[in-house]
């Protein structure tokens, strides 16, 4: 009996090793991601000058840190380190900012120049499908002019704002 109960671990443990083997060899779905650029905003900061805010990419370095420039010239003492935003008091409406991404030592291309946006926003005009109901014949649930924007909860609706 003893025997068998060895002989019945053995196979166990190597059916989990050959499962584990199997999963570990398995090939990893395909991951798809948006092409996004580092998304550069200025907007006008409350208290005066200018906050600076950009985006952090799945594809940087841990060690990403970011240089801001104002018209040209950089305004960051030392790279960013710990949030990608950075405000400038001495920023002003004609302005135009840039970043650039600092990883490993190595400095990366800076990000094409941008203006502030003047009211703080970027106001994206909609174009309906007139009457509301698109060439498929569906229609238009709320009318634009009561569109919001949502926000997940993570309890399965949205939460409209």
Partial sequence: MAKFQALKAGLATWVMAAAIGAAAAAPLPIRQVERLDRGVVAVPAK??????????????????????????????????????????????????????????????????AVPVWPNGYLSIPLDPPPGGVTPAGSGTPIPPTTWGWAISTGTGGPTWC
């Fill in 47 to 112: 208290g005066g000058g200018v906050l600076v805010s950009w985006r952090s990419l799945a594809s940087d370095a841990r060690d990403a840190a970011f240089e801001v420039y104002r018209d040209g010239h950089r305004i960051t003492p030392r790279p960013v380190t710990d949030s990608t935003n950075f405000r400038d008091a001495a920023g002003t409406p004609a302005s135009r900012y840039a970043v650039r991404m600092i990883a490993s030592g190595t400095a990366g291309a800076r990000t094409a």
